[in-house]
């Protein structure tokens, strides 16, 4: 006689080593609890999810949190109240106050803003700003004086700076002198406001021809000069090294 030989199906033995509660893993030959379960010691626990929580399905944490206006507190959701003139954050964790008005414990004050300023769109720093041609000096805006010949700019020391043409002399803007064979330039608002054109150069305000000795060139600035290779500059000319 033939002894019985009873064979089970790989698929059937790794059925019977998954637990209750539990379902094979989608890619791997493991296994992994239902939602709602965590392993230990080689079972599926239920997960106890607390009131005011709702079930995640992450791997890591609690596997729960709590629903939005409720924050965790000693394994529990505890609720918080949201002042007037303020909202729930979009994670539903925390409360913000509504622009125009800033934290102050736990309730939404009013910001005073200043005359002649407005609430500020920023999400940091200062709640206000002064108006257009007023500047900040404490917790007041004051009008700023813009000389003859200039412009508004609070990026500015003076919170103004010259037309072109112009220069700050003192409080006022005065005209530019430029010599001739000079330009105007606008590059900063220090200095003398002007430069000589290309082949000339500066000897105090005026701009003088510029002599280049033999086999020299015009540099880059087209102010000075510089030797051609292979000379060498040695005092006010170009010998070879």
Known sequence: MFAAVIYLAPAAVHAQNIPENAHAERFGSGWECDLGFREANGLCAAILVPENAYLTSWAYGLGWECQRGFVLEESACAAF??????YLSARGDRWKCERGYEKVADACKAIVVPENAHLSDKDYGRDWNCNPRFVQVNDECFATEVPEHAYFDPSSF???RCDRGYQA??????TIVI?????????SSYGQGWKCQRGYEQRDLLC??????????????????????????????????
Do not use: F, M
């Open 158 to 160: 003076n919170n103004w």
């Open 169 to 174: 002399t003192g409080d006022i803007c005065t």
């Open 208 to 241: 003088a021809v510029l002599k280049l000795p033999e086999n020299a060139h015009l540099d880059y600035s087209g102010n000075n000069w510089e030797c051609d290779e292979p000379y060498r500059k040695q005092q006010s000319g170009c010998v070879l090294s």
């Open 81 to 86: 109240s949201v002042p007037k003139h303020a």
């Open 179 to 187: 010599p001739k064979n000079g330009y105007l330039v606008t590059t």
